[in-house]
T-cell receptor
Framework: GQSLEQPSEVTAVEGAIVQINCTYQTSGFYGLSWYQQHDGGAPTFLSYNALDGLEETGRFSSFLSRSDSYGYLLLQELQMKDSASYFCAVDGSGNTGKLIFGQGTTLQVKP | DTGVSQDPRHKITKRGQNVTFRCDPISEHNRLYWYRQTLGQGPEFLTYFQNEAQLEKSRLLSDRFSAERPKGSFSTLEIQRTEQGDSAMYLC????????????FGPGTRLTVT
């Protein structure tokens, strides 16, 4: 089967740093993406890792270890607007870009 | 281009009725995806088009579901003989076949089957 595991909820305070982990077990792997979704909104793309290592984009960074089937999203200098659900998603097919999503992590940022 | 659009945004239907949703992707995107999302879950892949060709369909998808992309632009998703279990948010996304393979999602169509 194919599965992705991530924590269901994370709480942090404004200005803090939070890490959301994702472990995956899929029949194929081409890359790991992260998407953010606010309540009532559409998922929006944050990052994509195809190779091992850290990718940094502003306050957000994403890490991948293919050998460990593991990745994480790191959010720094948390702001209230970062309160949202965060999904990791595996591109397991390569040819199609079809994504297999995790169940999501709800991040609550408190003042 | 204003992004991916979907119509209608909300649909309430009675069990057993047929419904059809439309998705207009970003114009230069040749890849188009349909996903279904229920409360508290991540999007679940339904089907994928490259241009007008439907290249993959989820094995979980009942034969009551059909999708088309006749001219490689907009797409429609039809659900026949709706069931209460079909109640969900139906999301459409489009992308280019290039790094970082970002998928742009539309606002979704929320279906409620009564």
């Amino acid at each position: 089967g194919q599965s992705l595991e991530q924590p269901s909820e994370v709480t942090a305070v404004e200005g803090a740093i939070v890490q959301i982990n994702c472990t995956y077990q899929t029949s194929g792997f081409y890359g790991l993406s992260w998407y953010q979704q606010h309540d009532g909104g559409a998922p929006t793309f944050l990052s994509y890792n195809a190779l091992d290592g850290l990718e940094e984009t502003g306050r957000f960074s994403s890490f991948l270890s293919r050998s460990d089937s593991y990745g994480y999203l790191l959010l720094q200098e948390l702001q209230m607007k970062d309160s949202a659900s965060y999904f990791c998603a595996v591109d397991g097919s390569g040819n199609t870009g079809k994504l297999i999503f995790g169940q999501g992590t709800t991040l609550q940022v408190k003042p | 281009d204003t992004g991916v659009s979907q119509d209608p945004r909300h649909k309430i239907t009675k069990r057993g009725q047929n419904v059809t949703f439309r998705c207009d992707p970003i114009s230069e995107h040749n890849r188009l995806y349909w996903y279904r999302q229920t409360l508290g879950q991540g999007p679940e892949f339904l089907t994928y088009f490259q241009n007008e060709a439907q290249l993959e369909k989820s094995r979980l998808l009942s034969d009551r579901f059909s999708a088309e992309r006749p001219k490689g632009s907009f797409s429609t998703l039809e659900i026949q003989r709706t069931e209460q279990g079909d109640s969900a948010m139906y999301l459409c996304a489009s992308s280019l076949p290039a790094y970082p393979y970002e998928q742009y999602f539309g606002p979704g169509t929320r279906l409620t089957v009564t």
